[in-house]
């Protein structure tokens, strides 16, 4: 067998990893260079960029004004354990997970928190049965699995008049699929993802109806002040109006900032949709053509538009693993594509991510390397 000769092509930009995710097309760091750097957060220039953070995500998310966000602590996993150690235990819990992310939550709350919560879970590729869930508990899931590359397809599961509150990890989601926030009663992201920011950072979003559990309900277990979101059975509203539980980096707030006004300049969220849409079908639409490569996802209607997760389906390949493997590891060393192999707990594969920063015509520059590397690595096994 002969091998494949190298494409012509390059993509312009190599960085298709899943987080921390490409940074915005524009970027310079000079664009960061009115960063409020050697000043108080709590200074008027502090917190009017903080606040100006908060107020810019509810506009380019299309979030209601009676929702309250916050900028918190250790990123979407800071997030997550704020609202699970505060509001969980109220009532029944179900945890729902189909990939790594959503099975570390599991495992906090049965682990740590010690509730006796229904554990709904999938294999990697699939989704638990959502028109099983029962919202008379509150319900913890993650929108998009970044591992597995499977989302739920929308918020028609979850009904308008639950009981329980529904708590959601969107950190890849944010900014690249439409989220039904009467649907959401926590949600949460970091900027490490979507729109190409920097870590360290996450964001919690509140429904009134998390917000009244907040003030209602005082859990058995101690908490951390870097969780406490309330005082007094009182909301701390300052968290939310940029007044942040501990010291931010002011850099990386001013980088969101940043990427925020990029966002806007691309249509808001409308338009990141459609750049990750068009990012994603190129790849479906290669895995359509090439009967040796085909998406994690068994279901079309859940197939991620940012974290595309595949797998090799050639007979030829003896080691799944160890294949996967050298074909990432050789667009790596060609400086085609850097970071794109499966998460380490995930089926061997490969995962390109899709997200808005991510330009088109780097996805369709990559889709012959892929055929390049593919095949060299047949031939060399
Ligand atoms: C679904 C999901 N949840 C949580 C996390 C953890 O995010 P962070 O490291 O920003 O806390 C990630 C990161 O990739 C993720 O994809």
Known sequence: MTETSQPATRPGNPRFSSGPCAKIPTFTLDKLSDAALGRSHRAAVGKTKLKDAIEGTREVLGIPADYKIGIVPASDTGAVEMAMWSMLGARGVTMMAWE???????????KQLKLDATIMEADYGQLPDLSAVDF???V???WNGTTSGVRVPNGDWIPADREGLTICDATSAAFAMDLPWDKLDVTTFSWQKVLGGEAAHGI???SPRAVERLETYTPPWPLPKIFRM???GKLIDGIFEGATINTPSMLAVEDYLVALDWARSVGGLQGLIKRADANARVIWDFCDTHGWIANLADDDAT????????????DRIKDGAAFAQAVAKRLEAEGVALDIGAYRDAPAGLRIWCGGTVETADVEALMPWLDWAFNAEIAAQ
């Open 100 to 110: 790594s992310f959503g099975a570390g939550w599991v495992s906090d709350v049965a």
């Open 136 to 138: 008379t508990t509150d």
């Open 140 to 142: 913890v899931f993650t």
């Open 204 to 206: 919690i979003i509140l």
């Open 230 to 232: 309330t005082k007094g």
């Open 303 to 314: 197939r991620s538009n940012t974290s595309v997760c595949l797998k090799f389906t050639d």
